[in-house]
């Protein structure tokens, strides 16, 4: 499903011309959709690796543009190729534990976020270390200079249902609000058991799952 054949439906499904749900409407509908997905779940699709180098006597890196949250940073010595699993920490510890960044260095173990761009990191590198980052990325957005994304082409019903239940809440329906948003869970709950059936049920290798699974007792309906 592309990005015009989405607003198409939405406005089969509701029965609302584009006079009504037009195509900036419906696009705010499209991101609060993403965004609930983004935090809901937590896909292959959305990870990410990159590399960055400190420079030497600087404790910050940038974050790359399409960062949403880190999930490990890994400082290497370039001279001996030793890899080292860097410690979350706070501002404050960071901050305490740099008191004397000019004197105080070496290969860094600790990190914080310093700002929505900036990672700090303690004690200040005293080489140009790598760094490796895993981290999430802020999904592709769907729209009309962007037609298909992950979500519109593996799993479009969670669009669709999602931006429906939007719709209807605009349209003052909280009826139908329910029932979309009822398709829109299932839909993402059928996402999830789907990316949990490829891997391994190892939380430390595959993440936990944010989306709680409904399951009914033997015998149950």
């Known amino acids: 499903m592309n990005y015009t054949e989405l607003l198409s439906n939405v406005r089969n499904y509701t029965e609302v011309g584009s006079d009504v749900l037009t195509d900036a409407i419906l696009n705010v ?6 965004n609930k997905v983004q935090k809901q779940l937590d896909l292959d699709a959305f990870r990410k690796f990159a590399t960055s180098s400190f420079t030497t006597g600087s404790p ?6 399409d960062f949403d949250l880190e999930r490990g940073v890994q400082i ?7 890899r080292t699993w860097a410690e979350q920490r706070d501002t404050t510890f960071i901050d305490e534990y ?11 173990f600790y990190y914080a976020n310093w700002d929505q761009n900036t990672l700090i990191f303690a004690p200040t ?17 769907l729209s009309s200079t962007n037609t ?3 979500l519109s082409t593996n799993a479009p019903e969670i669009l669709i249902y999602g931006v429906c239940a939007e719709a209807f809440s605009y349209l003052k329906n909280p009826t139908f609000v329910q029932l979309y948003e009822q398709k829109y869970s299932q839909a993402v709950q059928g ?3 789907t990316q949990m059936g490829r891997k391994r049920r190892d939380e430390y290798a595959d993440g936990v799952l944010r989306v709680p699974l409904q399951s009914v007792a033997p015998g149950g309906k």
């Open 60 to 65: 910050f890196i940038t974050l790359p543009d």
């Open 76 to 82: 290497v010595d370039n001279t001996t190729n030793d």
């Open 98 to 108: 740099n008191v004397d960044r000019i004197n105080n260095t070496g290969k860094p």
């Open 125 to 141: 590198p005293d080489a140009a270390y790598t760094v490796e980052l895993w981290y999430n990325k802020t999904p592709d957005r």
């Open 29 to 34: 509908f499209i991101i609060n959709t993403e």
């Open 191 to 193: 996402l999830s058991v």
């Open 148 to 150: 298909t994304t992950f």
